[in-house]
């Protein structure tokens, strides 16, 4: 598979979208820094928004007809959209959790244990 | 503009101003200046503004309509009437009638629509409606003014001395000022309504709006027991009316499928006939016929057979068409043209206030003064016989005769038990009650224009008195003529103004020359009287003559009993007498404006054809105005064409008689109270049964509560104790049982369902506590679940498409 | 150009001449903003020697001092490059270049004549907005790798300041490019051909008005005083500039100079009609592509001055508020942002809105149909 | 076959490379301040896979919400938490081995999907055949917020085709939904004064 002469496809922005979101993954369960885990977050949310435009794209897909077509990039400025004000959110709550239990440690914030 | 346009707008702007009105006191009343004295202004300018708006429409009227005068019309008098009225006819035709013009017609709205029953917002302009528009909205206007003097205590803190609060001492309450003015607001627009609707069920729902308004009037004072007894009873006793009146728009509405008056364009080229001209069709020369539908309605029995014999249904409808002048000569249909007109006059019975509903007017007067003019006066009592006049031609002659033998009665009545009264506003209500009888009595007896004539002048010289009245009270503190006497030099001009108010209502005058407006309506109604004696072939009519005649020696005994002893005389009670003083000038001055139209509202205009006669005639229903003769029921009847009183063999007899009996009265009244020649105290001793009698308002009050009032108690108490008895028993005997029941239940639930749903509860509980270890409370686990479950989820779907599906198909092309 | 270059080489060596069309873009645009920078940084020796009634440099290179810039670049690469101790020494060095990387890809959006782009690009308004808001990045990480106080808050401040002005920046660009009805560079600058009464600033009152919020938020965007509080020097020393020396510190420099550069040029392009001067020379001539590529060429070039003479115009501006103004604190700064120009842009968008809705052609165009 | 190198392709390499080792460097670097310039470096990366994509008006977005907006303000987080014992936190080695596995065995399920599809390969087109499809998404893109679909004449149902089929509800959502969430997040975040007793805070004060 010579990717410098073969065009591109769906496919290989499916192969990066997915690298993306498990590193997202991997970000969120490993990181213990809350920042941290909104990175991850925002990694996932990439990676899905990467499909949702390949999906999406004439350019990639010679049988447009079948393409999410401009769906598919609305879907992606939607999730971009989104993702600003959980960031916002997230990054409100991470603060507050700061000022009231001076760390950021996820693993402090267990006081919903079951 | 047309004049079918302009009308219809300027009247409707007039009638729905003091809605608005209405609507702003009610939600900004209290907050309207000092005490809720700009409801007042607010009020008064809405009707001002109506008042300008009916006069113009007025003017638009005579303008467009000049009044025309035309040789008479032979009408059916002429062809029916057999016996002495022929001879009348023939002989006395030489005066000229008004010609009639035709009616405003319309709807300005339609409200909803159930099959054939259109409810519309409609209108129904005649000359009798823009007059009584005037006439309403001028003593309204008048009413409105002088009650900012009469009700100016109300914008303070008001003590009402006749009501005892709590703590011993009179009772302190807000002053409603704002709140009256609403009333009046709502009560002018609900009586201009009643004017100019168009049809029966608007002229019902406003007929109730009046009577709901009157309510809250009569009741203003609600502290006082005696004013929410007399609302209560008002209203109670229009209600009786009222049925009849829903009987009568039942009957008219089962029969002929609409109520509205005239003529309606609903679309070009479509027509929707009225009531009037239903009953009295173009094609039948205006004569009073039933009819098609109300015949058929009646011969529901004979129409049934034809349709089980004939094998079409065409056939049976032409052989049904065929039949239907058969059955209207049979008389099929005409009793229900007599019991819609019955039921009808039924309610204008209990609006004005006539035997035997009459009981309620006098003890109205527990309103303010004003309310009882306005109302009990000048207005909604007049809706009563404005509606009779409008409603004349549907009237057949069995229940014209209903009409003046009740108007008769009634004038009688009243105008006895107001000679011994001693209240002024009571003797005023009773005058009141008589002067409708009178209304009643000429309109029963063909006398359209007289009663409708005299319904105008009375409303302007009645409510004359009657602030004339308040004007005492308000200056006395007391309703007792007993206690006044010798206020003609303290307060002048209210005791002149009141004297012109007198003389109008007694028909003073220089006979055939020139009178006060009563005199002329008064007039005319005893020559209409006359008239009718001299064309019925029945001594009825006799009696009913000589009844109104005297009755008029009455009105003017009466009248001037009263202004004697409020006016001349030595004062009786001192302190009453310092204490008077003269109304200030926002009461004098509807006084003086209205004792003005008092005198000269009879007078014709020098030099053309111009009075309130002639324009009234321009209203006159087609094909009444060359009146009836003989019923079909009763063949005697006879309501003689009113052009025929005009003639002198009737117009100057009766002209000088009634001159003559009013003067009469004077004469007896000036001997009693003005000279004292009699002293009353002997003649009430020498006749103290008969005094008893009217002192206790022939006891009617008392027989009604015997008759009606307690056995309803009574039979009320039985019904209580068979509720008591029976039914509770009944009741409490199921609720014990269903108490042992419940105990029962109680037992098998706690031992059954309680411990099964216990049971399940303490597995739950234990499940529960077996998942809490899985809410570790860390994020990062969370995530790593979900991760874990998606791949799981992701590989035990394509397990399953392998395995399951793979047979059925591939994905992709 | 790629297509030029093509005819001379041999099918398979097509690449060959994209490679070398992109590289001679990348050349020009560099050797402009270096221009730029170097002229720059005379003139604001210059102005502010002026301004405070002193003569500025005079000795190097002639009369006006006109090398200066050459031998302070020199100066400055010369210097020793110093990294704290406590810094994150990846991040440190790499903050300057991620600042000049973000202010020079902004260059690749802007057209400098009718059709003279690097990248012509359908949403190029967008994208110069959006890039030149990346700079903060590289002056955050700058303030955090220094490893010192002066420069954290330095970098908190720009942070603070820039995500707050790119939201009225961001509506001020929108109206012009409603009232255009494009977000092309390009299209919006050629709707303006014709005389300085088609310039978008003269389209309808608003827009007049829009300008002046603009030239606010991208005075503060840019950081230059009186918005200059990263680099307050009175009380952060030198704020996230602090620990940098040498060619890195000039590397700072350049990088505020090209966006300022750049933003003075939107600014031209989106308010003042580009390339088009006040009157329209270039077509009167018949310098059109129209009649001769050569003409076309020589019109572009007339173009690239009025742009440039623009663009200097507001770097001149954005000087003399350096010099004239004294800074603001940062509450001030934050509420001249939220209080007054977010509000101001917005109605400001909204009465633009209403504007083009009622009167479509625009101020000059209602005057003359009210004439007509 | 030098002549038949993609550009496109080279390019894709290049972005792809860049934002997949960001990525990873993102889950590798403990220095959280590292981890936010390479969470950058992914997502510009990302942007340009965007414009490779045609998606010029998403590539913008992405530089100018994410990059610009979401990112600034995640580093402005991660300085206002800036505490030397918060900067560098370490995992657990067994929880990095947890991690890892699940992510291994979650990028092998999506790697396998991404190669299952054959269509998805996107072989056969020419580099003509894209540059032909090359079109300009502001417009559209605009519009379907709006409500209005230019891009899809060809739909059947004409109620959908005057525009019902847009994104407008979507649009009006999102919007108001931004504006309640940077309240509250304006809210959530703001300074408050630190009790000084033991007790519990007070009640929040009402922002003026």
Known sequence: MNLLTQPVGPMHYLLVGAVLFVCGVICM????????????????????????????????????ASSLGLDGQLMALFVIVLAAAEAAVALAIALNFYHTHATIDVDDASELKG | MTLDRLLPLLLGLAWLLPLASFAAIVFFGPRMGKGGKGAGYVATAAIGLAMVLSLVALGGWLLGNPVTLIEPTAGPAEEHAEGPAEGHAEGLAAGKVVEIVRPIAGNWYTLAEFGSLRLT??????????????????????????????????????TDPMVTADDGGPLRRPGRFHRFFQYLSLFCFSMLGLVVAGNLAMVFVFWELVGICSYFLIGFYHERSTATNAANKAFIVNRVGDFGMLVGLMAL?????????GNVREAPGRVSRGVFRLVRSAENDYRLTVPDRMVRQAARAEVEKIYRTAPTRRDAEEQIAGKIPEWRDEGYGYWLLVIAGLGIFCGCVGKSAQFPLHVWLPDAMEGPTPVSALIHAATMVAAGVYLVGRFYPVF????????????????????????????IKRVLAYSTVSQLGYMMFALGLGGWRAGLFHLVNHAFFKALLFLGSGSVIHATGTNEMPRMGGLLKKMPWTAYTMLAGCLAISGAGVPLVIGLSGYYSKDAILAQALSAWRAGSSPVYAVLCVVAMGAAALTAFYMFRLWYLTFLGRPRDHHVFEHAHESPK?????????????????WPVLLTNLSLTNVLDQARPKGTEAGSAGGVLIPWLTAPAEHLAEDHAIHVPASLLAFALALAGFLVATAFYGVRRIDPDRVRRACAPVYRFLRNKWWFDELYGAVFVRPAMRISGWIAAVDREGIDRFVDGLAGLCRRVSVLDDWIDRTFVDRTVDRIAQGVHAAGLWLRTFQTGRLRSYVLLVAVGTVGGFIIVSVYWQFVLAGHGRMGP | MAEYLKTFLPESYAWLAYTAAAAVHVALLFVLAMMIVAVSNWAERKIAGRLQDRLGPTRVGGRFGWLQSVADGLKLLTKEDLVPAGADRFLFRLAPYLCFCASFSVYLALPMASGWVAQPMNVAVFFVLAVAGLEVLGVILAGYASGSKWSLFGGMREAAQVVSYEVPLALCAAIPVMVAGTMDLVEIGNRQAGGFWQWQIFHDPFTFLTFFVFLTCAVASVNRAPFDLAEAESELVAGFMTEYSGFRW?????AEYASMFAVSVLGAILFFGGWNGPLPVASLLGLTCENHPLAGYLGGLLGLC??????YLGIIFMMWLRWTLPRLRIDQVMTVCLKYCIPLAAAMLLGAMLWCYALPGGLWAAVENFGG | MSVAIQWHSLFFLLMALAACGAALAVVLSANVVRMAFWLV???????????????????????????????????????????QPFVDMRTAPTQWLVAALVGASLLAVLWQAALSVDRWAGRGQTLADRQAQAEPTAAPLGLALVGVRVDKPDQADPRLRDGMAGYLLPFEVISVHLVVVLIGAAHLARAKRRPTSPEPPQTPRTPE
């Open chain 1, 29 to 64: 369960t490993a990181k213990r820094n809350a920042l941290g885990v909104l990175m991850g977050i925002e990694l996932v949310l990439n990676g899905a928004t990467l499909n949702f435009v390949a999906f999406g794209s004439r350019f990639l897909r010679g049988d447009s």
């Open chain 2, 121 to 158: 917002i409609g209108y129904y302009i005649d000359a009798l409606t823009v007059v009584m528009f005037a006439m309403v909205t001028l003593v309204a206007f008048c009413i409105h003014v002088y009650s900012f003097g009469y009700m100016h205590e109300e914008l303070d803190e008001v």
């Open chain 2, 253 to 261: 509405w089962g029969a002929l499928g609409t109520l509205a008056f």
């Open chain 2, 396 to 423: 057949t002659p069995e229940v014209l005769l209903v009409i003046a033998v009740v108007g008769c009665v009634t004038l009688f009545i009243a105008a006895t038990i107001a000679l011994v009264a001693t209240d």
């Open chain 2, 586 to 602: 926002v009461m004098v001055a509807p006084l003086v404006v209205l004792a003005v139209f008092s005198v000269i509202s009879g």
């Open chain 3, 250 to 254: 000039s590397v700072f420099f350049m």
């Open chain 3, 306 to 311: 009025n742009l440039l003479v623009k663009g």
């Open chain 4, 41 to 83: 470096v992914s997502l510009g990366a990302v942007a340009g896979l965007f414009f490779l994509a045609g998606a010029d008006l998403v590539g913008t977005l992405q530089l100018m919400v994410y990059v610009g907006g979401t990112l600034v303000l995640l580093v402005f987080g991660v300085m206002l938490t800036a505490r």
